[in-house]
């Protein structure tokens, strides 16, 4: 099964999801092509290292998302993609696409979903003091970070954590936990029922 994975940073979680590939805990998954909107990611070069092709496609470059959105898709498409995997993919993906991949497309989120949407999960529940936050792997829907949950796993914030730490000890559980949500997906154990 082909499997597309977006990101626009450092891609740590792009290198979990390679090396799981590698440990071959993906069950038939491959991941055939990595999607970056930020020509200076460090994510792009993990790809190259790892010998996956890339698709570079700047948001300013197109008038608007779908127009963005179908430039990718197409794309995805030619490579015979069908699954998409959001791992740190900073834009939000229009609903033409959302559609065109129904039920085909997880993302990570660094919090556990309801709480803390958004792009500063980790920092707004260190900020707001609260003993237990996590980690969510969910299906996207048009809704931001509001998707049906795939897998979820707490991670408890010590009196001594930093933010720095607090940030180590999310990432940690998020390199294991994706990998174990694409196996799921590409076994064919997840259904979105909703
Ligand atoms: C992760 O914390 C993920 O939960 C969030 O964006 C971050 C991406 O980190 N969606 P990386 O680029 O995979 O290192």
New binding site residues.
């Given amino acids: 099964m082909n499997i597309a994975v977006f ?1 626009s ?6 290198q979990a999801l390679i090396d799981a590939g590698r440990a071959e805990k993906l069950s038939a998954g491959k991941i055939a092509l990595v999607v970056c909107d930020q020509p200076e990611a460090f ?1 792009l070069r993990r790809a190259q290292k790892a010998g996956i092709p890339t698709l570079v496609v700047e948001g300013n470059d197109y008038a608007s998302r779908e127009e963005y959105d179908r430039r990718i898709i197409q794309r995805l498409r030619q490579d015979n993609v069908e699954l998409v995997v959001l ?2 993919f900073m834009r939000i993906l229009s609903g033409h696409f959302v559609n065109e991949y129904k039920d085909k497309i997880l ?4 919090a556990l979903l309801p709480d803390f949407k958004g792009a500063r ?2 920092k707004d529940a260190y900020e707001a003091g609260v003993e237990i936050t996590g ?1 969510t792997v969910h299906f996207v829907t048009e809704e931001l970070d509001s998707g049906p949950v795939i897998l979820q796993e707490r991670v408890r914030i010590e009196k001594d954590d930093t933010i720095k730490t607090l940030e180590e000890k ?2 940690k559980v ?1 390199h294991k936990l994706y990998p174990e949500a694409v196996k799921m997906f590409v076994d064919g154990e997840l259904v979105n029922s909703e």
């Avoid at 993302?107 to 660094?110: A, D, G, M, S």
């Fill in positions: 990101v940073g450092n891609g740590s979680n792009l994510a791992a740190g993302n990570i989120h660094p999960g980790i980690v999310i990432h998020e």
